[in-house]
């Protein structure tokens, strides 16, 4: 029987965020407000340690995409996919997988975060990771 899903990186992500629902964690500066992701322990912008975390919105929109349609040598089995910058909030725009059919993706596109499988651990946890999906708004 499989156990509840882990993340890949528990740092990096809440696959039950507050809502329920799978979160990112990020970083914030107290001070500048500067978001950090992955987590960072100094501000990139002013410098100051000590940054808190926090968990980052379940949706956002789409910046910026592009497919991946081949993989060099390893051409065998491999399924095209896409890639895209997706702004959580102001200040935080992430890179991740999106699922779901790219043919249908424009930029503003209200995107959430959901859990993209990794494989398993040696207790046959499901590992995740995060991707994004269209919300369908």
Not at 21 to 48: K, M, Q
């Amino acid at each position: 029987m499989k156990k509840s899903p882990k993340a890949l990186r528990e740092d990096v992500l809440a696959v039950s965020g507050s809502d329920g629902r799978p979160r990112l964690i990020v970083s914030r500066c107290p001070d500048c407000g500067t978001y950090g992701f992955p987590p960072r322990e100094r501000c990139a912008s002013c410098h100051r340690g000590d940054l808190g975390t926090e968990e980052a919105p379940g949706e956002g929109t789409l910046y910026s995409w592009t497919v991946v349609r081949e993989l060099g040598r390893l051409r065998e089995g491999f399924t095209p996919y896409a890639v895209g910058q997706v702004d959580l909030a102001s200040g935080l725009r992430v890179i991740g997988v999106i699922t779901g059919p790219f043919d249908s993706l424009s930029m503003g596109m209200r995107l959430r975060t959901v859990l993209l499988p990794q494989g398993e651990d040696e207790d046959g946890n499901d590992l995740v990771g995060y991707a994004f999906a269209p919300t369908g708004e």
